[in-house]
């Protein structure tokens, strides 16, 4: 066996909205799913270097109403379908958080440790699988990505997005999934 179980393993966190597929604001309609250009080529290639692949996403539209824990769950199935027939290869597992202090469903209506920049999501991970968090990266387009990368101590590469400037944590800025690969060996 080539990992034995207690091999750590080293792990690309991805943010999902905008790095993985266009960021429309709330997405959880299948219909409204595009994957950015490049993008399942990308994952594919991440893949054959070895990592293991991880979505850490916030989803508050859980929490504000918007939409329901099983619309998550079939947008990121349907993200994995398309990645998969485009370039063979998914995502290895996804975690979201679906809290927010300001929501309207009372039982995600929190303040919690798993939205980002907190790093809950990310221990989330590691209680399941061996990972190397210092020779890991976590891929987001927003500063709160890149703030929850250094909370973790993982490597932040930035998406340039509307979301705001370059975190003085981020080791890159790039311009997507594609343009990070350099950065991500
Ligand atoms: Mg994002």
Known sequence: MEQSKNKLQRAVFLDR????????????????????????????????????LIVVSNQSGVARGLFSNDDVNRFNQ???????????????????????????????????????????????ATQKYPIDLKNSYLVGDKPDDIECARRAGLIGIQVRSRYGEKHEHAAALVDSLTAALPYLT
């Open 17 to 52: 909205d905008g790095v993985l597929n266009e960021d429309v604001g709330y997405a959880y309609r299948v219909e409204d799913l595009r994957l950015i250009p490049g993008v399942a080529a990308a994952v594919a290639t991440l893949k054959s270097r070895g990592f293991l």
């Open 78 to 124: 349907a993200l994995n379908q398309q990645l998969i027939s485009a370039a063979g290869v998914g995502i290895d597992e996804f975690f979201y958080c679906p809290h927010h202090q300001d929501g309207s469903v009372a039982q995600y209506k929190l303040h919690c440790s798993c939205r980002k920049p907190e790093p809950g999501l990310i221990l989330q």
